[in-house]
């Protein structure tokens, strides 16, 4: 169980357990473009202990049985109205064993089902652990409630969860109540709609983006029921606050955002009349993709290597092709397994290096610290910085290093721009909240930051998972690529550097990125004169 003084932190993990990094940061969605193991019933497969030496193979899917989560949940409650806070711990124990158990089968039925978005029965499974993530996560909600109201909540916060780790359950209240536990049961049947839609490859593009459309439409109306109900006028304040650890508003990061549009766009324009992209999409092998990783990871050493070795020794990671994958790519760590596992859709291009080198990345940080509960924008550093160590210790630098900063450059560009979307998404008036209102809010965010130099469809924005699945994620792509990108800037100026920090930062729990980067060193991007550098080593890397 992890330790975590946030109310919603549930929510957050629903959200951001499934899906959760793309590492394919488009360059226009690219220019406008496994074995599965047999479902088992309970009785035939009970819970197997951790092993350090557990295989993705050996993990075998059942599905979730909510009625056994409910009776401990109660049990637990039981406990918690009496003295002994060893016994109550002994309740609690329990049930997160069979909390952990619910997320990580529900891991495991979304890596099936993205294996192959037409298998129907991988597609019954996920539905089921996405229609029942509310329920048990408002359920783990009432358990701490209980506890907070508990005869020995001091000794379990002295002894177990630390010191004033229930301040934010100090209520009269229970938990959610069925009003939100609805909402969210809702907005997991539309992110499920969601995936539907993106099995549909053979289907009518305009119809599909369109009902596509109309799926984010009717999520915005609910997420803002969502803020409404703790409170909030704005769902980005609520998401800000309770889906993310973050210590910078969106009133802070926006106008970040518009300095990016104002000095980056040009050089974004100008990138588009150059050839580099044709060395990414040149044609590379899944031997060429998991060479580059194992070279990064021998030539870092320590916890990278390790992590490497136990992700290729249990197959921990599929980066196969599939013509039924689902198009993204994600890394997501099985509590239950205490292990991480990299999904990776690829291209056969040599692109995938960089995509298989920013979900190595996760895995890294999710197995240096046993699972993090770092905030997302520190995660993102470690995803995005190792794509940067991989270019002097990967193989053939030389063909990825311009690739990987004109990728860097459109990262902060599109992601820059896709935050503007989102953001201003929210804001809509809503006899604007409709399909024809999201088309024309994103054609003039495509044309404010350039996408016109390099083709757009205003229709675009319905292929970018995040704003269905993570919402107001997508920031942290651009803030994060600030910070990683000084890990490449320190190895430049002195081999070694760049390595040494990232390593030495690997198991960081923390939740704050501007405290991160003040840990680490690094500079916050929102720093007078830090964009003006960045544009400065974009012109010279890249235009020179």
Not at 309 to 326: P, Q, S, V
Not at 359 to 370: L, R, T
Not at 469 to 494: C, G, K, R, W
Request: charged share 25%.
């Amino acid at each position: 169980m992890k330790k975590c003084g946030r109310k919603l932190l549930a929510a957050l993990l629903t959200a951001l357990v499934l899906s959760g990094c793309s590492g394919r940061t488009s360059h226009r969605l690219e220019e406008i473009r496994g074995s599965i193991t047999p479902l088992q019933t309970q009785e035939q497969h009970p819970h197997p202990a951790r092993d350090s030496e557990v295989t993705f193979r050996d993990m075998v899917y059942v599905r979730p049985d909510m009625d056994t989560l409910e009776n401990l949940l109660e049990q637990a409650r039981e406990a918690a109205r009496g003295s002994d806070a060893d016994a109550v711990m002994d309740a609690v124990d329990a049930f997160y064993v069979e909390y952990d158990w619910f997320h990580t089968r529900y891991s495991l039925a979304d890596i099936h089902y993205s294996q192959d978005l037409t298998d129907e029965s991988w597609g019954t499974e996920y539905a089921f652990c996405v229609e029942n993530a509310a329920q048990a996560d408002a359920w783990q909600e009432e358990l701490l409630y209980a506890l907070a109201q508990s005869p020995c909540r001091r000794t379990l916060e002295r002894d177990y969860f630390g010191e004033g780790f229930f301040d934010a359950y100090d209520a009269d209240e229970t938990g959610w109540d069925e009003a939100f536990t609805e909402l969210l049961r809702q907005e997991g049947t539309l992110q499920n709609r969601y995936y539907e839609l993106c099995a549909l490859t053979n289907a009518d593009y305009d119809a599909v983006a369109r009902e596509k459309a109309q799926v984010l439409v009717d999520l915005v109306e609910l997420r803002q029921k969502m803020a409404e109900y703790w409170g909030y006028e704005s769902y980005a304040d609520f998401a800000w606050d309770f889906y993310y650890y973050r210590d910078y508003t969106p009133e802070e990061v926006e106008p970040y955002l518009e300095e990016i549009c104002r000095e980056l766009v040009p050089l974004y324009r100008e990138l588009a009349g150059t050839d580099v992209w044709d060395a990414a999409y040149a044609y590379a092998s899944r031997s060429q993709t998991l060479n580059h990783v194992r070279a990064t990871a021998e030539g870092l050493g320590g916890a990278v290597l390790e992590a490497f070795r136990r992700m290729e020794a249990g197959e921990l990671y599929d980066i196969d092709f599939g013509a039924n994958k689902y198009d993204t790519s994600f890394e997501v760590w099985l509590e239950s397994y205490g292990v991480p596992f990299v999904f990776v859709c690829p291209y056969n291009e040599v692109y995938d290096r960089l995509t298989f080198a920013h979900e190595f990345g996760h895995f890294c940080n999710d197995y240096a610290s046993s699972g993090s509960g770092a905030g997302v924008d520190v995660l993102e550093i470690f995803s995005q910085g190792m794509e940067y160590l991989s270019l002097p210790y990967g193989q053939e630098p030389e063909t990825l290093t311009r690739v990987k900063l004109a990728d860097s450059l459109c990262t902060y560009v599109e992601q820059a721009a896709y935050a503007v979307f989102e953001l201003r998404l929210y804001a809509l008036p809503e006899e604007k909240q409709t399909v024809e209102g999201l088309f024309e809010l994103y054609d003039q965010v495509a044309r404010d930051f350039g996408f016109d130099s390099v083709g757009y469809d205003r229709r675009e924005f319905v292929d970018v998972s995040h704003f269905y699945t993570d919402p107001m994620y997508i920031v942290s792509y651009v803030v994060s690529n600030d910070a990683a990108m000084q890990f490449y800037e320190l190895e430049q100026a002195q081999p070694g550097t760049g390595a040494e920090r990232y390593l030495r930062h690997l198991d960081t729990w923390q939740a704050y990125f501007l405290a991160f980067l003040e840990e680490a060193d690094l500079e916050s991007p929102f720093a007078p004169g830090r964009l003006q550098d960045v544009k400065e080593l974009f012109r010279q890397k890249l235009f020179s």
